[in-house]
């Protein structure tokens, strides 16, 4: 298992995430809209979010003009500040691999996790028998180094396998076609949601008074 981790991880560092190669010039669309006096016959089909970022509505749902690549970007795609690029169904960028998780290897990603944890679990298996023929947690068992040792291994096993079970929400999104990334935007918007009702909320008190 513990080979079949490593070549996961080495896969996942070494294929395209889902690259969406960037444009050296900007959309000449672009410039129109940022030009006010510009004549474009369909203005009023485009409009900006709330980051102060052009959009327009296609048969696949809303695309974004990313100022960065140049590019209109399709829905559920984003771009990654620490690589510079921007990604087919991003889903995060992780630091432990070292890449971007999107449209092309999240199942490998979600692979490493699950194969990892099962690794972990089994490696924590392994020196808790060993404890266990040692004689712990009996006091004649302290008096080894080696007690001492597969204590310490145990927890750090132990505590990987819950961390990884990561793994498994991951599983879950992939099933509902969804990813990390919508849910943490639909966390931010439900927030800024219950922001804007509760100046309002403040406001009329105030009013009231």
């Known amino acids: 298992m513990l080979v079949l981790t490593l070549s996961l991880q080495w896969l996942l560092n070494q294929m395209d995430p889902g690259v969406i190669p960037p444009r050296p010039y900007k959309d000449p669309i672009i410039e129109a809209l940022d030009d006010t006096g510009a004549q474009l016959p369909d203005r009023l089909a485009y409009e900006k979010d709330y980051k102060g970022q052009w959009m327009h509505r296609t048969s696949r749902g809303y695309e974004k003009y990313c100022s960065s690549c140049n590019i209109w970007r399709p829905p559920r795609a984003h771009h990654c500040s620490v690589c510079g690029y921007c990604m087919e169904r991003f889903d995060h960028h992780c630091d432990v691999v070292g890449t971007c998780i999107a449209q092309k290897n999240h199942r490998f ?101």
């Open 109 to 209: 990603f979600v692979a490493f996790l699950v194969v990892g944890q099962l690794a972990c679990a089994t490696a924590a298996a392994g020196t808790s028998w060993r404890l266990h023929r040692e004689g712990f947690p009996l006091h004649i068992s302290w008096h080894r180094v080696e007690t001492y040792l597969l204590v310490l291994f145990d927890i750090f096993y132990c505590a990987t396998v819950l961390m990884l079970f990561f793994g498994w929400f991951q599983c879950c999104w992939i099933f509902c076609g969804k990813t990390h990334c919508q849910f943490s935007l639909l966390a931010s918007w439900c927030r800024v949601v219950s922001e804007h009702m509760e100046r309002i909320v403040c406001s009329r008190c105030v009013l009231q008074m």
